[in-house]
């Protein structure tokens, strides 16, 4: 959930890495409350003044991508909501979610890391914090699939293609559980706000 979109801002991070796969709301000459992604073979969907979410309402947000086929989606709610059937290149075998550096002094990798709600600025940006939980599949989840459990996964380590899954409702601590057991768990930056929003990175 968004609770607001600022006048004066052109994009809102949601997730991801800059320049590798980064989703985001927003772009220059596109509108501010339109989902996008930017992957390394360009950006995706056209801007559509048909296709703004709204702010202060929940939304189930699903970005597939199949390598194989070129053929990337969004789908809003469980419902398609923009298509490309040309993104990417045929021998594309995998996605990079950015590459491993050495932390800083504030456990931080620099912008190479896979962010939740944060902008890619040397200062924390707390006006990009959200209300989520985050999933990465290892394959690309048809829409039925996405919609038959759009809400929860009731035995992540069950799931064979789901490599991550964040709920972001510890509320303490550094840390935020994977919960699939593959220990990818995401370190939160700078710290937990009452309202339980997180700004936080992956090292996947």
């Known amino acids: 959930r968004v609770n607001t979109f600022d006048e004066g801002t052109e994009i ?12 985001r709301l927003g772009d220059a000459n596109f509108p501010r409350q339109q989902l996008q992604v930017q992957t390394t073979f360009g950006k995706f969907p056209e801007a559509s003044k048909t296709k703004q979410l709204q702010a202060g309402e929940w939304y189930h947000v699903a970005l597939t991508w199949d390598l194989a086929t070129k053929t990337i989606a969004y789908y809003v709610n469980g419902q398609l909501q923009s298509i490309s059937t040309n993104h990417g290149k045929s021998d594309l075998t995998s996605i990079s979610l950015g590459d491993k550096v050495p932390d800083d002094e504030f456990g931080n990798g620099g912008d190479h890391n896979f962010y939740f709600g944060r902008s890619y600025t040397e200062s924390h940006d707390l006006s990009r914090q959200f209300n989520c939980e985050a999933r990465i599949w290892s394959i690309a989840r048809t829409q039925e699939q996405i919609c038959q459990n759009m809400y929860d996964i009731p035995n992540p380590t069950e799931e064979p293609t789901l490599c991550a899954y964040w ?34 990175y992956s090292k996947t």
């Open 12 to 23: 809102s991070s949601i997730m991801g890495i800059e320049m590798y796969l980064q989703m």
């Open 167 to 200: 709920k972001f409702d510890e509320g303490t601590g550094l840390e935020v559980e994977d919960r699939t057991g593959h220990g990818n768990n995401a370190k939160v930056v700078p710290y937990w706000k009452a309202s339980d929003h997180v700004e936080a």
